[in-house]
């Protein structure tokens, strides 16, 4: 049923724009393009038709992690092993991205950097247990059920500033036990990469390869912090790219 409540909601945009020179994790990542191939100013016709090419990594942007994005000693999420049948030049047979299902869940923002007194955590900062269970506790807070937790650093300002974003905190490896143990269904941040990129992606290892726990990067969390909007419904929907290991997301948070 579609409530009042529901229609009278504010609606949070948790995406970052696509652009030419968004930051990437690694120069040898496929950066984006889009250009038009047919403009209406070549028609020579009075109704005419536009359209265009997107080329991207599926891990570029705002985006969603898919099960076939990381392995661990040969083996994917659910003990899938990487054989040639799953492991394809074309993307993968199991657990690809059109696999992912639409995520429609109760959501919580854990806004570390506010509660930590800072616009942006430094560099290398590892945002422990204690720091989410205290923000938790401060704003009466508890992780969701099936539900997805959203972490921001305070990244989300540095995105046309693409030498600086990528400089950011990240969630410690005893955090993402922590998180796994209320049994949630996705999680995202306001980072290039969820984990400290120096620390080996032990966050990437447990949610997805041990528990099937989906992660979403680069998210743009400012507008939820800045209004205090802690507890929402979170609604991101992938594209069913098959085979795919991860894709663009739309998310959106609306305040109830």
């Known amino acids: 049923m579609i409530t009042e409540e529901i229609l009278s909601s504010k609606i949070y945009d948790l995406a970052q724009p696509f652009t030419d020179d968004m930051p990437i994790l690694t120069p040898k990542n496929p950066r984006y393009f889009y250009g038009l191939f047919r403009q209406h100013g070549n028609s020579g016709s009075e109704l005419s038709f536009s359209s265009g090419l997107i080329h991207l990594s599926d891990h570029l942007g705002s985006h969603i992690d898919a099960l076939c994005h990381v392995s661990y000693k040969g083996k994917l999420f659910d003990n899938t092993d990487l054989g040639p049948n799953v492991e394809t030049a074309f993307g993968y047979s199991k657990l690809g991205a059109e696999a992912i299902p639409p995520l429609v869940r109760r959501g919580i923002l854990l806004d ?139 998310p959106i948070a609306l305040r109830m």
């Open 112 to 250: 570390i950097a506010s509660h930590k007194k800072v616009d942006i955590l430094p560099k290398g900062y590892e945002i422990s247990v204690d720091d989410m269970n205290g923000f938790c506790r401060d704003n009466n807070l508890a992780i969701p059920k099936d539900g997805v937790v959203l972490v921001r650093v305070g990244n989300g300002k540095y995105w046309a500033e693409p030498k600086l974003y990528p400089e950011c905190a990240g969630v410690a490896e005893e955090s993402n036990f922590w998180l796994s143990k209320a049994g949630i269904s996705a999680v995202g941040i306001d980072n290039i990469a969820w984990d400290l990129l120096e620390g080996g992606f032990p966050g990437h290892r447990h949610l997805i390869v041990e528990k099937g726990i989906y992660i979403m990067e680069n998210l743009y969390l400012e507008e939820l912090s800045r209004d205090r909007c802690y507890s929402f419904l979170f609604v991101g929907i992938p594209l069913k790219i098959k085979g795919a290991t991860g894709s663009p997301i739309r």
